[in-house]
């Protein structure tokens, strides 16, 4: 990923994903084995660990947001669609302090979040984690 910055823009450049959306795979698969489940939340928070050392904040991780790079079963995963993403200033101490709003997708957010304006950076993990291995549970629901 390459990432540049103008007066008030940043712009990333990312590799093009022709795997379509960890989502999709969800329904079509029913669910993910634990094994399978891991391996892509290991690579969700690796990509979220190089986007926090370059100082940014995606804040809208869903498994609508991840993308398979290929079609194929070893496929890598993309973090995308960074519109509600936050970048920390220069000279700032943690990326805490400039996210002072909730956000996200509602469907997503977790209630205490919602009611206490307090962020826990593990709740989306926690959500996608879900989705990988209950999504055939959610499909009988609906």
Not at 23 to 32: A, D, N, Q, T
Not at 51 to 67: F, M, V, W, Y
Not at 94 to 105: E, H, I, P, R
Not at 128 to 136: D, M, N, T, Y
Request: proline fraction near 3%.
């Amino acid at each position: 990923m390459q990432v540049f910055e103008s007066v008030d823009k940043l712009y990333m450049v990312v590799e093009l994903a022709t795997g379509g959306e960890l989502f999709e795979r969800i329904v079509s698969r029913g669910s993910f084995s634990e094994p399978d489940a891991v391996r892509v939340l290991r690579m969700v928070m690796e990509g979220a660990g190089y986007l926090h050392s370059l100082g940014i904040a995606h804040r809208d991780l869903k498994p609508e947001n991840l993308l398979y790079y290929h079609p194929g079963a070893d496929s890598k995963i993309l973090i995308t669609d960074f519109g509600l993403s936050a970048v920390r200033k220069t000279g700032g101490d943690s990326l805490t302090a400039f996210m002072q709003t909730v956000c996200g997708t509602a469907e997503y957010i977790a209630p205490e979040v919602r009611l206490t304006s307090v962020c826990n950076k593990c709740m989306r993990l926690s959500v996608i984690f879900f989705w990988l291995i209950h999504a055939e549970c959610y499909n009988f629901l609906i």
